[in-house]
């Protein structure tokens, strides 16, 4: 059986990585192709490329990177007819992997064409929720509430669940990362989650750093630690070693675990990681920048209250959004001061936690779980006709 994967981002790569590992599980025989990232490579997979060529977001990013964005679209699709695949998985980043999918039809190849992660039409965009069986043959979401924005327009869509509740992130360890790194036990932790794209830490992390050293000023006992991936480490380092605040980086899903369980306050991108962050308690704002004209465009577009998934998920907001201009130190600082008080910021967010949890909770199987069996059933169904 060959199962082709795409994923254009590293969160795209993390949830590849654990279907791959439920596929190998309930199908031994399985044989990988496509793109993707580390979590990917360390589970088999040959990858096409470097997924750092599609991991740009906004206008003003994505339109220089236009022609190479074409150019692998080409790749992919005659990577895909050489294959010949019994399905095609794609994972989120749908601009990429609509257009992928898009061509395949055009070839009229007769395989299962499965997007997982559906696009946040709720948001913007509605129109596309009405197109999308055109392209792919089944959908599989990450919230309950998403299937009823697709299945009236004729697209099978199943909800899996979220890959949150399956992070190891849950079995992280305070103790072995105060060890490892020969912290005391009077020193205290800021996480600092700058995303994992070059625009983002770009633009995030000076203003992340230079926050973290108003707040070490006042608070001494406090340490910091940048998790990064390979896309950006360089820049990262780069970056920090420009600073005289003591910074601990780490590149590997162990310290990165180990450290999110070991922080006591985060300063994060929106994404994935904010909802890690909500799995163990830890208090954190969220704060993001993009281009003005990519802002305007949001702005105008986007029909969301929240941008943030534990704010979505519960209609409220629990977790500061300090978006464009309030994405500043003065604000993020403020948030940081108010949860060491731990008065009734603390406290609303904690209990927003915990209820979030509840509603991302695990059921008889994983997500991962969930999603294989979703497209095995596929593959067998496309076999019998």
């Known amino acids: 059986m060959k199962i082709y994967l795409i994923a254009g981002e590293p969160s795209g790569d993390l949830l590849g990585s654990r279907l791959m ?5 309930k199908h031994p025989d399985v044989e990988f192709f496509g793109i ?6 360390r589970e088999g997979l040959n990858s096409l490329f470097d997924i750092s060529d599609l991991a740009v977001m906004g206008l003003a990013e994505v339109v220089p990177s236009i022609p190479l964005i074409l150019k692998r679209i080409k790749q992919t699709v005659e990577d895909i007819e050489r294959v010949k695949p019994d399905a095609v998985i794609t994972i989120d980043s749908w601009s990429f992997s609509a257009r ?37 043959d089944h959908l599989l979401t990450l919230f309950p509430y998403e299937p009823k924005y697709f299945t009236p327009y004729k697209l099978k869509t199943t909800f899996v669940g979220h890959p949150v509740i399956e992070s190891p992130v849950v079995w992280g360890s ?8 020969n912290l005391e036990e009077n020193e205290k932790i800021m996480a600092l989650l700058p995303g994992s794209r070059k625009t983002e830490v770009s633009r995030l992390l000076p203003i992340f750093l230079q926050t973290a050293e108003m707040f070490h000023q006042k608070h001494p006992e406090f340490k910091f630690v940048i998790p990064t991936v390979h896309t950006v480490e360089d820049m990262v ?34 994404g994935t990681v ?8 830890v208090p954190h704002v969220i704060a993001y920048k993009v281009a003005p004209a990519t802002a305007f465009l949001a702005k105008h577009f986007l029909h969301i209250q929240f941008v943030n998934l534990s704010n979505i998920l519960l209609g409220r907001e629990i977790v500061p959004e300090l978006l464009q201009d309030d994405c500043n130190p ?56």
């Open 21 to 25: 590992k439920a596929m190998v599980a």
């Open 36 to 41: 993707g990232g580390e979590s990917m490579q």
């Open 100 to 136: 992928v999918h898009k061509a395949l039809r055009k070839k009229n190849l007769h395989i299962p064409q499965i997007h997982y992660v559906a696009p946040q039409v709720w948001a913007w965009k509605k129109k596309r929720a009405k197109t999308m069986y055109k392209y792919i």
């Open 174 to 181: 305070r103790e072995d990362f105060y060890n490892r790194y």
């Open 237 to 270: 380092r780069g970056m920090v070693e420009k600073s005289n605040l003591p910074i601990i980086v780490v590149n590997n899903e162990v310290d990165r675990h180990d450290a999110f369980v070991a922080s006591d306050l985060a300063m994060a991108a929106s």
């Open 274 to 281: 904010a909802l890690e962050l909500a799995m163990v308690d």
């Open 330 to 385: 003065e604000k993020i600082l403020y948030y940081m001061e108010e949860f060491l008080k731990k008065g009734s910021l603390y406290e609303r967010q904690q209990e927003g936690f915990a209820k979030v949890k509840e509603i991302l909770g695990l059921g008889e199987q994983t997500p991962s779980d969930n999603a294989c069996d979703a497209i095995w059933q596929d593959i067998e169904n496309k076999k019998s006709k």
